[in-house]
């Protein structure tokens, strides 16, 4: 079946800033479309957002950020090459590879290539009278991911309430994702009544959902969290354990890892074992960005010192990037890693590098951005893709939620089973 029509157009993201769109149209009559996601603490290894900066027209209330730039480049360059071409995702990905040739995609915007690439993936399995994750695994039992879930936020997404960007739960022994999902939503309820009662400021919610709890140390945010899990009666560790995102690139400054609270600033060398004290003593099954980005001798000593059950989990040190991902298996700096597509720019590479992962015995967790939509092929690509694990935010927020309804249709719709990354952790 042949692509009739393509058009890209300016929508909003669940914080209100522009993000791109494409809607594929086939020869069928039907049209797919996709929105693609944005982050706040970005990585700078990232494949190229494309904003159009303050000086335009019609930018004039969007403060920079509107995306008019990228959209015509899907109208014009990306159009004319692929209207009339069969809805081939494959195809489709390495034309945009050829349109735009710079490593980061920096020519036409990965938020240009990746509107038209998961677009393509979405009309390319209706073509196939698939859903999205059977058309990336057509046979056997799909894989349900294990979600991560964001309880407490702080960093980029929740005003510095809390120096680390996630506590988060891991909800490691439940037997299927309804379940899952129904105990995390029990322990952040449970975590904003502990909230209250204890006199803190609970009604703010961050960008991801989760709680912007103020504390006076991560320590302090861990304990609380493990109190919110005891109270609604589920054993900590066997059932729900911990994970971090530390996204510390956002307090590296000066070649030191500054934390606010308390006041105090660690070498690279200090923070490895201020991480290790920390994973040693709570339930802490994953931990995401413990050094910085370019930090690559902290994150090699660290996987050297850590215990080896410990996910240790690189976001903006890896950037969904293969080259990243080499040296990271090479240097055994990191043992999973974060697949964020608009990271890399289209689907098929994307995948490519999950793949690779998997390859080297990488654990892999399929992740929101801070900034999202209402979409929710995420919940397919981690299906589909068999990834194990997914990450979202919270379990507040439409955009959120579309991920975790998507995944509660694909269990009740599909053969399923669901993944256990951490069975017997704890
Ligand atoms: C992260 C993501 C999502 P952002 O750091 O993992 O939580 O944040 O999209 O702002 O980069
Ligand atoms: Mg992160």
Request: proline content about 3%.
């Amino acid at each position: 079946m042949k692509i009739t029509d393509l058009i890209g157009y300016q929508v909003l993201d669940s914080r209100g800033k522009p993000t791109v769109a494409a809607a594929v149209t086939l020869e069928d009559g039907t049209t797919h479309t996709a929105r693609v996601p944005s982050g706040a603490s970005t990585g700078k290894h990232e494949a190229l957002e494309l904003r159009d900066g303050s000086s335009t027209h019609a930018d004039k209330y969007f403060g920079g950020h509107s995306v008019n730039k990228a959209v015509e480049n899907i109208n014009t360059v990306i159009s004319q090459h692929l209207i009339g071409e069969p809805i081939d995702l494959s195809l489709i990905d390495q034309k945009l590879e050829q349109l735009d040739p710079s490593a980061n995609h920096g020519q036409l915007g990965a938020n240009a290539t990746l509107a038209v690439s998961l677009a393509s993936a979405i009309a390319a399995a209706h073509a196939k009278g698939l859903s999205l994750a059977r058309y990336f695994q057509p046979d056997g039992k799909l894989l349900l991911p294990m979600p991560m879930v964001n309880i407490l936020s702080g960093g980029a997404h929740a005003n510095r309430t809390l120096d680390f960007q996630d506590v988060l739960v891991v909800p490691c022994g439940a037997n299927s994702f309804a379940e899952a999902i129904s105990w995390v939503v029990a322990v952040r309820e449970s975590a904003a009544k502990l909230g209250s009662q204890q006199g803190k400021v609970t009604n703010l919610v961050a960008d991801e959902g989760g709680l912007g709890i103020a504390f006076p140390s991560i320590q302090e945010a861990c304990n609380f969290v493990l109190s919110a899990i005891e109270e609604v009666g589920l054993s900590v560790g066997s059932q729900v354990s911990l994970a971090l995102d530390v996204a510390s690139t956002q307090f590296f400054k000066g070649e030191r890892y500054q934390l606010n609270n308390p006041g105090r600033e660690f070498t690279s060398d200090e923070f490895v074992h201020f991480i290790l004290g920390l994973v040693t003593e709570f339930p802490i099954v994953s931990i995401e960005d413990p050094f910085a980005e370019d930090d690559w001798n902290a994150w090699q000593s660290f996987t050297g010192l850590a215990p080896s059950s410990l996910q240790i989990l690189g976001d903006d040190l890896l950037t969904t990037n293969s080259a990243r991902l080499d040296r990271s298996i090479a240097t055994k700096a990191a043992n999973a890693i974060l697949i964020k597509a608009n990271q890399n720019g289209l689907v098929t590479s994307t995948l490519e590098v999950l793949l690779r992962a998997h390859g080297a015995g990488f654990n892999t967790v399929v992740s929101a951005r801070s900034g999202e939509t209402e979409d929710s092929w995420l919940a397919d690509l981690a299906t589909g893709w068999r990834a194990g694990q997914i990450k979202v935010g919270s379990t507040h927020g439409a955009e959120r939620n579309a991920k975790w309804n998507r995944l509660l249709e694909l269990e009740k719709r599909e053969d399923t089973e669901f993944a256990r990354p951490f069975n017997g952790a704890g």
